[in-house]
């Protein structure tokens, strides 16, 4: 696997002609990447210190947007600038564009160089110093998966995303033929990946036709995040320089699997030599550490969804028998369970939380865990006896919201989220659901289309 670079191996490999271009970027609400492309000279030079973008880059939909209503910026306010630092850190060569290395910023205050508190590396970063501050880092892992289609995205577009093209035609579940098919596309994903120093660990063929999955290696919840975001840019433009497209939607087809991002999750010394999750003393191997941060997620298991499921669209993926949860509750190697425990009797033992949807932002979606997780250790809280069963089948059970309107009336609701985040960073978060919510309210879909044109 290729190390990452240090900025002197940058350096070398600019004056030896293998790299020109640095891309530079920042990680947005919808946990997409977005920055600037700098001739390698410039970066070394100047931009490695700091660049900047305009600050409408945390207060846009995901079509770009200018949204009113933020506290943090606005048309009034006159959009200014905030202060991209790059982290050298996560700087790396990208093998699939000829040239290019990327560096992931952190978003600064541009008078105060202070962290933008709503800035998703700011939130997650905030928990992880909160938990080092007791001694412990959260060591966490997502796993992804996506439709592939064979066709480009400009194909997909003007055909109104109708009528595409699958990779496969049947349910391809670690289906070794077909996903040999397809290996064009996920080979290239592996072998561009770890050349990027992202430890894959394999990809497979998942529950619905054209489904992939890829796993990457479990490591510190910054990095995971980090690892997350670039492997869903490095999927979409690996797929695209072959002619053919992958969606994250957790939805994309209503007679498809959804699309998933199932966070494992456990505690570790700060030295990382110690599970602090696992006591081969106690049932299961669960430790009191661990059984008080479960039942935190489990807590504030609904004040969690919005930053599992930010979408309307991600709410229609939680239905039963389609290996998406609907129940927030935990059991022990159960996928029908909206947290399982995984690995147990061994240092592997972990959380799985399989509410989360391939469309979240991971860096979101890992600082709500943590919060919770902490508030449970803080409060030591008690856990709730395992669920036992068919969870789909439950009924008197916690249920996950099941739609956006609900899943942002719980977070607003969320004193524990309020305190952990701040309530700027919450209503600014609010504010962008809410807006998501307002703009499907008024929108004419092709349900309604099909269902009425004739009939109403």
């Given at each position: 696997?290729?190390?990452?670079?240090?900025?002197?191996?940058?350096?070398?490999?600019?004056?030896?002609?293998?790299?020109?271009?640095?891309?530079?970027?920042?990680?947005?609400?919808?946990?997409?990447?977005?920055?600037?492309?700098?001739h390698a000279d410039y970066f070394i030079k100047q931009a490695v210190k700091e660049t900047h973008a305009c600050n409408y880059l945390l207060a846009t939909d995901m079509d770009m947007h200018t949204v009113d209503g933020y506290a943090a910026t606005s048309w009034q306010a006159g959009y200014g600038d905030y202060v991209m630092k790059p982290d050298l850190t996560t700087l790396r060569p990208l093998p699939w564009l000829a040239g290019t290395a990327l560096v992931l910023c952190d978003v600064l205050d541009h008078a105060t160089h202070e962290p933008v508190a709503h800035s998703p590396r700011a939130m997650l970063k905030k928990q992880i110093a909160r938990l080092a501050d007791l001694g412990m880092q959260p060591m966490m892992a997502t796993e992804l998966e996506f439709f592939l289609f064979n066709q480009s995205y400009a194909e997909a577009h003007a055909a109104g995303y109708q009528h595409l093209k699958l990779a496969s035609a049947y349910n391809q579940d670690y289906h070794i033929?077909?996903?040999?098919?397809?290996e064009s596309?996920?080979?290239?994903?592996?072998?561009?990946?770890?050349g990027a120093g992202i430890p894959v660990e394999c990809s497979k063929g998942e529950a619905s036709a054209g489904q992939e999955e890829i796993n990457i290696q479990y490591a510190d919840a910054l990095t995971t995040a980090d690892y997350h975001s670039i492997v869903k840019t490095a999927c979409k433009e690996i797929a695209w320089s072959q002619g053919k497209a992958v969606t994250f939607m957790a939805k994309w087809d209503y007679s498809a699997a959804g699309s998933s991002a199932h966070i494992h999750q456990s505690l570790w010394s700060l030295d990382g030599q110690t599970a602090l999750f696992f006591d081969p003393q106690?049932?299961?191997?669960?430790?009191?550490?661990?059984?008080?941060?479960?039942?935190?997620?489990?807590?504030?298991?609904?004040a969690l969804t919005y930053f599992l499921a930010p979408w309307i669209n991600s709410y229609k993926r939680f239905q039963a028998g389609t290996f998406a949860p609907t129940k927030a509750?935990?059991?022990?190697?159960?996928?029908?369970?909206?947290?399982r425990l995984c690995g147990e009797h061994s240092q592997a033992l972990r959380i799985e939380c399989r509410v989360g949807g391939a469309d979240l932002n991971p860096y979101l979606a890992l600082a709500a865990q943590i919060a919770a997780?902490?508030?449970?250790?803080?409060?030591?809280?008690?856990?709730?006896?395992?669920?036992?069963?068919?969870?789909?089948?439950?009924?008197?059970?916690?249920?996950?919201?099941?739609?956006?309107?609900?899943a942002l009336e719980k977070l607003d609701h969320s004193a524990m989220l309020r305190a952990a985040m701040g309530d700027a960073v919450i209503e600014?978060?609010?504010?962008?659901?809410?807006?998501?919510?307002?703009?499907?309210?008024?929108r004419v879909t092709n349900w309604e289309l099909w269902r009425g044109f004739e009939r109403a």
């Open positions: 696997m290729t190390a990452k670079f240090t900025l002197d191996e940058l350096q070398q490999a600019y004056a030896a002609g293998q790299i020109d271009t640095v891309i530079a970027c920042q990680v947005d609400m919808q946990g997409r990447l977005m920055g600037k492309r700098f033929l077909q996903t040999s098919k397809e596309v996920l080979r290239a994903i592996r072998n561009g990946l770890f106690a049932p299961n191997g669960m430790s009191t550490l661990m059984r008080h941060y479960l039942a935190g997620l489990l807590a504030h298991a609904d509750i935990w059991s022990r190697d159960n996928r029908t369970a909206g947290y997780g902490l508030d449970g250790i803080e409060r030591q809280l008690e856990l709730e006896p395992e669920f036992r069963g068919d969870a789909y089948a439950a009924n008197h059970v916690r249920t996950i919201p099941t739609t956006l309107r609900a600014h978060y609010l504010h962008t659901g809410q807006w998501e919510q307002f703009e499907y309210d008024r």
